[in-house]
Antibody, heavy 121, light 110 residues
Framework: QVQLVESGGGVVQPGRSLRLSCAASGFRFSSYAMHWVRQAPGKGLEWVAVISYDGSNQYYADSVKGRFTISRDKSKSTLYLQMDTLRAEDTAVYYC??????????????WGQGTLVTVSS | QSVLTQPPSASGTPGQRVTISCSGSSSNIGNNYVYWYQQLPGTAPKLLIYRNNQRPSGVPDRFSGSESGTSASLAISGLRSEDEADYYCAAWDDSLSGWVFGGGTKLTVL
């Protein structure tokens, strides 16, 4: 069965960096686009970024463009989110999600359990 | 302010039918598929409806989706207590080149 396990969350000071990981199993990782979606405490869902099945295409939400970088490692079946210049408003649970296809993206078919990122001094 | 507009709350009694609306524009719902997600308290979201009206295996046929123009709806029939959750619509937005969500609708089963 499809499993997505996020890690790397924690407390970080404003302006610092953090890298999230998402270990995927139960499917052919190299065949599907992957997403990061976040949810601030008590708030709704916000899409963050998507990467195509082969890593050749990436799109970002305006709120993170230029600060966050999505990437993937086929050999490790792992998705990453490098988060730089973090702000208080980046505080959220970050979910990794598998798309329904390779490209173009077709929604969030499977979700991980999420990892909490808290940006605070 | 979310790009897709949903009512913040909805409610119904067991056995009733409720609908949740999702309003967008020509750059998202009007030109792309709509997806619906259910988020039970304290858990990750789960795909409920894909490509406007398709149900993944395992999702009861009590849940159905529809789309017309720049709006979409999720209908839940035979309401059950375990349906109490937050529901979100989502679609790709051509103008933003990204995915957009509705603000979410909290469904209460009275």
């Amino acid at each position: 069965q499809v499993q997505l396990v996020e890690s790397g969350g924690g407390v970080v000071q404003p302006g610092r960096s953090l890298r999230l990981s998402c270990a995927a199993s139960g499917f052919r990782f190299s065949s599907y686009a992957m997403h990061w979606v976040r949810q601030a405490p008590g708030k709704g869902l916000e899409w963050v970024a998507v990467i195509s099945y082969d890593g050749s295409n990436q799109y970002y939400a305006d709120s993170v463009k230029g600060r966050f970088t999505i990437s993937r490692d086929k050999s490790k079946s792992t998705l990453y989110l490098q988060m730089d210049t973090l702000r208080a408003e980046d505080t959220a649970v970050y979910y990794c999600a598998r798309d329904g296809s390779g490209w173009p993206p077709s929604g969030f078919e499977y979700w991980g359990q999420g990892t909490l990122v808290t940006v605070s001094s | 302010q979310s790009v897709l507009t949903q009512p913040p709350s909805a409610s119904g009694t067991p056995g009733q039918r409720v609908t949740i609306s999702c309003s967008g524009s020509s750059s998202n719902i009007g030109n792309n598929y709509v997806y619906w997600y259910q988020q039970l308290p304290g858990t990750a979201p789960k795909l409920l409806i894909y490509r406007n009206n398709q149900r993944p295996s395992g999702v009861p046929d009590r849940f159905s989706g529809s789309e017309s123009g720049t709006s979409a709806s999720l209908a839940i029939s035979g309401l059950r207590s375990e349906d109490e959750a937050d529901y979100y619509c989502a679609a790709w937005d051509d103008s933003l080149s990204g995915w957009v969500f509705g603000g979410g609708t909290k469904l209460t089963v009275l």
